[in-house]
């Protein structure tokens, strides 16, 4: 809370506290447009003159609210629960102190925005998960989950907040309860928090509320932004505070506000503009998105069809139109919920519905308003059917136009390449195909927004990632032979400026888990993915060392190891993967005369992933990294001086879903590891060294 003890200025003594003085301002400067005053507490009590508390009553902190304490010089103050020693969240959250409360933040992976600033974007703590990007811990009937805030906000239609309003109302957003998110509407148009400096004595307010930094232009994630009020020509005139702000689907914005620490401060509002130096920006559905419904196409319309308007490239959103006595209609967005649009989508073939939007989301639409009310269980077959106020029977206005966003489950056909590498997935798509798609082939992006940058080669436009979970959004799944990195591409229609959503195009790399010293091995796709597309990669590459010492310094040279009967030998195993995630196991491990790994006369070193022999063998490292260690005293095989050769099959194991370090406490245990028996690799031959004897 921000108190002055020379008490706060206003613009009339109605302001005031009823224990304060209104005493006219001793300063004076051109910012001012008309006398001002300010509001000082009586003698016996202590505030900012907006506010006054009796010192003598609520000396014990009994006025002051949950997450306010009590200061003797100033009255009921924030309590910083960020600055304690311990702090309520745990790391690696960050703790954001708000007005009377806190929240726990978890930073979103330090990226930047294609303009090379930060991009502000949080990510939020929900019980014992993060939210993804773009998701907040939302409360449902007192249980929490991670929720998408465009689809879960209290509408403002509080015209006042209009920039235009100069009339001082002296509203006051502190008394408010703000709770979860919120979005703006000013005269049923959709608004947005103005990005610039507001002059204080508007927006129905002493001291108007902005927002410092721009309003996002991206979709995927929730920003931090800063609030500043304005007063007396000070376009930052008390301390600064955060709020979070997203870009929803359909071109409007969400706000989670929070009280201001003062009185006489307002957020301030403005209608949402299109502006044409930016492709993805808020537009506004009265000027911009406001299209016409009318009996176009009513040649080959029949009763009761229902069909998405204005979704730009997509069938499968926009807003809501019924095919009724000839003529095309909307419907009001009156109840209307998640249920309602899952009809409309499956009525279209477009599978579930995503989201349900309101407020003419997709624009205003025109002519008759066909159904209000509207209550579906879900199961009906077509959106008539859906319990209603009957045909033409409502009580709203077009800017209450109801929309569905629906899964898009029939993209058009995508000539693509798709090139599973060692350290790279690459999904290219041929320019030549692409014209007749009406997609944009440099639009796209990966899971991950940023994910977005290109190169072209040879008339084809490449995206790539790392062959490594996680990046780009890569998720990585195992089973006892391969490894599956799966991923999807996301490309935007050549026209993007509604909220069409982006075709995407599911891909996956699938790679052997058996490690072998042959390179480039071509294997057939062990996973096929539902209306996506899946290649294959080589091999991980394996090699195995043989070492002098126990600190695998000194290596013996290539070819022919001459060694002296009862020594040890160390060696090492490496295999050449650039995903951290998996270790290298040693499944088993021996020795015999052949060069041929099947040759059924063999003498175990390692067997199911332990020393056959603890006298004889020793595991220094297995399933840890990708590098595996064991040494082993070698005597003679058979009591033969013959050439003996060293043979050993490896596996990798994923050690984000498996505990793949061997346990080998006794002989028969068995790791719990889940990795895959594999062709093995060989060394030798190994001389024995007679002159030793």
Known sequence: MTLNQKGTLVTGCDACHDEATCLESQERGDSFASQAVSCVCKDGFVGDGITCYDTKLCSDSS??????????????????????????????????????????LEPAAASRTRSGQPSQSVQYNCELTVCPLGMDCIHFNGTARCADPCENYTALHDDWRSINNRQILNKCDRTRSWQGWYRLFLQRASAHIPDRCIPDSRCGTASTLWVKEPNPTQSHEIVNRTVCNSWVGNCCFSNPYTIQVKRCYGNFYVYKLVAPTSCNHAYCAEEDRADPGVSSTTSSPRTQDMTETTTADSSTAVEGQVRLANGGNS?????????????????????????????????????RARSAPSNAAFGQGRGPIWMDNVSCSGRESSITDCRHSGFGVHNCVHGEDASAVCEFQHPPFLPFTLVCGREKLGIGLQLAGMASTGLNPFSGNLAVRNCSWVRVHDDTVWYE???QTGSCGNTLTTNRTHAIYSNSLFIYPVDNSSSTLPTSLPFSCVYPLDTDTRLNVAIRPSLSLTDGI??????????????????????????????????????????????????????????????????PDRYPLIQNKCPADRRQVSLAESGSSLRARFSALFFLLQGEYRDVYLHCSLGLCNRRTSYCVPQCTSRTSRSVSNSASVTPITVGPIIWDKSAE
């Open 315 to 351: 069938s499968c959103s926009g807003r809501v139109e019924v095919y009724h006595a000839g003529q095309w209609g909307t419907v009001c967005d009156d109840v209307w919920d998640l249920n309602d649009a899952n009809v409309v989508c499956r009525q279209l073939g477009c599978g």
């Open 534 to 599: 899946s290649g294959s990669g080589t091999r991980a590459r394996a090699s195995m060392s043989l070492f002098r010492t126990s600190n695998y310094t000194e290596t013996y040279p290539a070819g022919r190891v001459t060694l002296p009967v009862g020594s040890p030998l160390y060696v090492s195993v490496s295999v050449e993967d650039t995903d951290p995630s998996f270790a290298v196991v040693l499944e088993n491990c021996f020795a015999s005369h052949s060069s041929n790994p099947n040759d």
């Open 63 to 104: 006025c002051c609210s949950h997450g306010y304490q009590w200061a003797p010089d100033s009255g009921c103050v924030d309590t910083d629960e960020c600055s304690i020693p311990d702090s309520p969240c745990k790391t690696p959250k960050i703790c954001r102190n708000t007005p009377g409360s806190y929240d726990c």
């Open 465 to 467: 990632a790392d062959a």
